[in-house]
């Protein structure tokens, strides 16, 4: 947590959407930004051709009981609890997707770097610890592995 700053500050723009259209990662580093800040702390996240030993034919990620966007929101929010950021933006892609989508795209602005990186990859871990929807990996063998 950042010291000096306290705990009822609030970004000036907090944006989370769950979408079946393709993510622009580009797009949600313009909505995160503002005058005030120094950085746009961005994450990635790209579908990999192998998990658990086997390689990937797609990943289905699906907001089943509708409440993929509040517990991205109550990330978002801790965050915004512990350090003072200008913007957070949570987009997470639902749908089948194939190896090379782009299925998370967090983007985290701060003044300052260190604030912007620290808060960006404690909402990455966030996400994989609560994963706000369920996850279903098909791989080329015809297997499926389903998380929750």
């Not at 929010?77 to 749908?95: E, S």
Request: charged share 30%.
């Amino acid at each position: 947590m950042s010291e000096g700053y306290p705990r009822e500050y609030l970004p000036g723009i907090l944006m989370i959407k769950i979408t079946e259209e393709p993510i622009l990662p580009e797009n949600v580093v313009s909505e995160a930004k503002t005058d005030t800040s120094g950085c746009v702390v961005t994450y990635v996240g790209v579908i990999r051709d192998v998990s658990r030993g086997k390689p990937v034919l797609s990943v289905e990620y699906e907001d089943a009981d509708g409440e993929g966007e509040r517990r991205l929101g109550e990330i978002a929010d801790d965050i915004q609890q512990q350090w003072r950021l200008d913007g957070v933006v949570i987009y997470h892609r639902v749908g089948k997707l194939k190896v090379g989508d782009i299925n998370l795209v967090i983007a985290v602005a701060a003044a300052h770097r260190q604030e912007g990186f620290a808060a960006c990859q404690y909402a990455i871990d966030q996400f994989k610890q609560k994963l706000p929807t369920q996850k279903k990996e098909t791989y080329q063998d015809g297997s499926v592995w389903v998380g929750d």
